[in-house]
């Protein structure tokens, strides 16, 4: 399983971005994927996750209103669609997708793409 992001980019506060990961398996083996971020010095941060088969969502308090997590099964792709940015929101943001693959649990993750707010 390969994980691309892209829709990283420079904004002013207050704008917005949408992110993207492209699979390049059928989402049908993958059982949720995620959004995280990280910020150099700092621990990776759980930003969204989503649910491949019913599309249940979760967010961090911290993006919670702002941010949306979607996926499209047909098209194997997950999106982050960020709005109201601000400087708190620079980092880089990664794709992950957990899948059970003979009983193992396996993490498979993107090379990551950058966000920078400015204010």
């Known amino acids: 399983v390969q994980l691309v992001e892209s829709g990283g980019g420079s904004v002013q506060a207050g704008a917005s971005l949408r992110l993207s990961c492209a699979v390049s398996?059928?989402?049908?083996?993958?059982?949720?994927m995620h959004w995280y971020r990280q910020v150099p010095g700092k621990q990776r941060e759980l930003v969204a996750s989503i649910t491949t088969s019913a599309g249940y969502t979760s967010y961090a308090d911290s993006v919670k209103g702002r941010f949306t997590i979607s996926r499209d099964n047909a098209e194997n792709t997950m999106y982050l669609l960020m709005n109201s940015l601000n400087a708190d929101d620079t980092a880089v943001y990664y794709c992950n997708a957990v899948a059970i693959e003979g009983g193992l649990v396996r993490a498979y993750w993107g090379q990551g793409t950058q966000v920078t707010v400015s204010s």
């Open positions: 398996t059928s989402t049908a083996v993958i059982n949720a």
